[in-house]
């Protein structure tokens, strides 16, 4: 079992950006797909985006695409997600994921292992 934390969250206005940060422990991660979901008050974890082992492949929910990039750094074990123009509907926790394979195209957390504790992003209007 790897285990994930995240950094990075804050408050922010709109239009601003963020940086999260996963570091995983526990095993490498190179060899399996990483994502980033997010759960607003009220509804249920969303998949925001996914990355392949390699970083080759990336994939993105709808509402983020030209906003939100993930990209990983393997040699440091960590897992990006670069937040920019942020809208006050982003506003969420942030969780990153493992796969327990290398299907970077999942999009449902059932299909993710090990999940960090989550980090707050609040967008202001």
């Known amino acids: 079992q790897v285990q994930l934390v995240e950094s990075g969250g804050g408050l922010v206005q709109a239009g601003g950006s963020l940086r999260l940060s996963c570091a995983a422990s526990g095993r490498t991660i190179s060899s399996y797909a990483m994502a980033w979901f997010r759960q607003a008050p009220g509804k249920e974890r969303e998949f925001v985006a996914a990355?392949?082992?390699?970083?080759?492949?990336?994939s993105s929910t709808n509402s983020v695409k030209g906003r939100f990039t993930i990209s990983r750094d393997n040699a440091k074990n960590t897992v990006y997600l670069q937040m920019n123009n942020l809208k006050p509907e982003d506003t969420a926790v942030y969780y990153c994921?493992?796969?327990?394979?290398?299907?970077?195209?999942?999009?449902?957390?059932?299909?993710?292992?090990?999940w960090g504790q989550g980090t707050q992003v609040t967008v202001s209007s």
């Open positions: 994921a493992a796969d327990r394979f290398d299907r970077y195209r999942r999009t449902g957390t059932e299909n993710y292992g090990s």
């Open positions: 990355i392949s082992g390699s970083a080759s492949y990336t």
